[in-house]
């Protein structure tokens, strides 16, 4: 089949992939590739110290998704030599004082209850694992299994995977190579009959006529016209300022690899910071949460970001600034996920509303949305998992029931 994807995004470039893979020519619409929301993100793949109150329906998600990470990166590594950023480094989740501590131990009980591994951590026990850390932190916790992944570098390993020939011997299923359009997508109409494919109207090339349909573009889902009206989605834009520094030459003594090695989230004055290392030397701060409909970034989140920073890791202090910048995260009522069909529509498939957690839930929402596209059997669990990412689940009607029952899309 001839696939269409609406979005370079990292949900809609792993869709790509693992439809690639499957025999599928895809073509990919987007007027700006790779510059959305996975742009800014830091890339945790932290179901564990992501954890939030209330949102016991994103956790089996969450750990889902971790397992499918280390086959997409070996994937990756046998078709480019390009880097991915993917890490197992371990997260510590630390407090700046007593009552920070209290909030990071509610979050722990609640971790242990669902089964998450952590560790209980003295202020002497981080400073033995993490020098570079304040001295006068309340204590913490460990989370080993928490891993990150530089969102920029795996998007640049995808394309090149995507368009790489690749070696018959170890994917002779594959596609062809994948087909860029840079434009924006304003419509996608049924062609004739509901089993004649699709028109995607992008910019001023015309109609593009494909046979299925994924749309990934996250906040601009609701600009689309055509069969997406019969599926109106509440998505909001969720801002979030988020900042990149880089050691200074000379700034580290001798033996030293970086301030922090593991990824760091802290609680401060009952603020969230999270503190990623990166392997050439940068560092990742963030990340505000703002639904106030300003894109640009916001100096008062900025500040906040660097003076809690500076409270864990004395050093970044020290360190350059080389970026500032603010996206938009496609966000819904409960912050899972839509994935499913499009009513009326079959062959047409939605993936968006990844929130906050897109690098992490990708492989997941991924390889569902080409198993929907495809019509592959569905285990119970994915129909399950499916279940729970169900476009309809707040009113509007949707082709998810009979999905579920013929392994895919409904005929």
Same mark, same amino acid.
């Given at each position: 089949? /001839?696939?269409?994807?609406?979005?370079?995004?990292?949900?809609?470039?792993?869709?790509?992939?693992?439809?690639?893979?499957?025999?599928? %020519?895809?073509?990919?619409?987007?007027?700006?590739?790779?510059?959305?929301?996975?742009?800014?993100?830091?890339?945790?793949?932290?179901?564990?110290?992501?954890?939030?109150?209330?949102?016991?329906?994103?956790?089996?998600?969450?750990?889902?998704?971790? %397992?499918?990470?280390?086959?997409?990166?070996? *994937?990756?590594?046998?078709?480019?030599?390009?880097?991915?950023?993917?890490?197992?480094? #371990?997260?510590?989740?630390?407090?700046?004082?007593?009552?920070?501590?209290?909030?990071?131990?509610?979050?722990?009980?609640? *971790?242990?209850?669902?089964?998450?591994?952590?560790?209980?951590?003295?202020?002497?026990?981080?400073?033995?694992?993490?020098?570079?850390?304040?001295?006068?932190?309340?204590?913490?916790?460990?989370?080993?299994?928490?891993?990150?992944?530089?969102?920029?570098?795996?998007?640049?390993?995808?394309?090149?995977?995507?368009? /790489?020939?690749?070696?018959?011997?170890?994917?002779? /299923?594959?596609?062809?190579?994948?087909?860029?359009?840079?434009?924006?997508?304003?419509?996608?109409?049924?062609?004739?009959?509901?089993?004649?494919?699709?028109?995607?109207?992008?910019?001023?090339? #015309?109609?593009?006529?494909?046979? %299925?349909?994924?749309?990934?573009?996250?906040?601009?889902?609701?600009?689309?016209?055509?069969?997406?009206?019969?599926?109106?989605?509440?998505?909001?834009?969720?801002?979030?300022? @988020?900042?990149?520094?880089?050691?200074?030459? #000379?700034?580290?003594?001798?033996?030293?690899? /970086?301030?922090?090695?593991?990824?760091?989230?802290?609680?401060?004055?009952?603020?969230?910071?999270?503190?990623?290392?990166?392997?050439?030397?940068?560092?990742? @701060?963030?990340?505000?949460?703002?639904?106030?409909?300003?894109?640009?970034?916001?100096?008062?989140?900025?500040?906040?970001?660097?003076?809690?920073?500076?409270?864990?890791?004395?050093?970044?202090?020290?360190?350059?600034?080389?970026?500032?910048?603010?996206?938009?995260?496609?966000?819904?009522?409960?912050?899972?996920?839509?994935?499913?069909?499009?009513?009326?529509?079959?062959?047409?498939?939605?993936?968006?509303?990844?929130?906050?957690?897109?690098?992490?839930?990708?492989?997941?929402?991924?390889?569902?949305?080409?198993?929907?596209?495809?019509?592959?059997?569905?285990?119970?669990?994915?129909?399950?998992?499916?279940?729970?990412?169900?476009?309809?689940?707040?009113?509007?009607?949707?082709?998810?029931? *009979?999905?579920?029952?013929?392994? #895919?899309?409904?005929?």
């Amino acid at each position: 089949m /001839h696939i269409g994807i609406v979005g370079s995004g990292v949900v809609g470039m792993q869709t790509a992939w693992h439809l690639r893979l499957r025999g599928h %020519r895809v073509t990919i619409f987007d007027p700006d590739p790779g510059n959305g929301a996975t742009r800014a993100a830091a890339g945790m793949l932290a179901p564990i110290s992501e954890v939030q109150f209330g949102q016991q329906g994103l956790y089996p998600l969450m750990l889902a998704a971790r %397992r499918e990470y280390p086959q997409l990166i070996a *994937q990756l590594e046998r078709v480019t030599d390009r880097p991915h950023g993917y890490l197992e480094n #371990g997260t510590l989740l630390v407090a700046a004082d007593r009552a920070d501590s209290a909030r990071a131990a509610d979050h722990a009980r609640v *971790q242990t209850e669902y089964g998450m591994e952590t560790r209980s951590l003295s202020a002497s026990r981080l400073l033995d694992m993490e020098p570079g850390l304040n001295p006068r932190l309340a204590g913490g916790f460990e989370a080993p299994t928490d891993q990150q992944v530089d969102p920029r570098l795996l998007l640049e390993a995808l394309r090149a995977a995507l368009v /790489h020939d690749l070696d018959p011997t170890g994917f002779a /299923h594959a596609g062809p190579s994948a087909a860029w359009i840079m434009e924006s997508v304003s419509r996608i109409d049924p062609v004739g009959d509901r089993t004649a494919g699709y028109d995607v109207t992008a910019g001023d090339s #015309g109609p593009h006529r494909v046979d %299925r349909v994924l749309v990934a573009c996250g906040v601009n889902y609701g600009r689309i016209g055509g069969v997406l009206d019969r599926l109106p989605l509440d998505l909001r834009p969720v801002y979030g300022d @988020i900042l990149r520094l880089k050691l200074r030459e #000379g700034q580290l003594a001798p033996g030293e690899k /970086h301030v922090v090695n593991a990824t760091i989230r802290a609680t401060v004055l009952g603020r969230q910071v999270y503190l990623v290392p990166r392997a050439d030397g940068g560092l990742v @701060i963030g990340a505000s949460v703002r639904e106030d409909n300003l894109p640009g970034v916001n100096a008062g989140c900025v500040q906040e970001l660097l003076e809690d920073a500076v409270t864990v890791v004395p050093g970044v202090r020290d360190m350059e600034l080389v970026e500032a910048m603010a996206r938009a995260r496609p966000g819904t009522p409960d912050d899972i996920p839509y994935v499913g069909p499009v009513p009326g529509a079959p062959g047409v498939v939605v993936s968006t509303g990844y929130s906050r957690h897109g690098i992490l839930l990708a492989p997941l929402g991924a390889r569902l949305g080409a198993d929907l596209l495809t019509g592959a059997s569905l285990s119970n669990a994915d129909a399950r998992l499916l279940e729970t990412m169900d476009p309809g689940r707040f009113g509007a009607h949707t082709d998810m029931a *009979q999905a579920r029952l013929t392994g #895919g899309i409904p005929a």
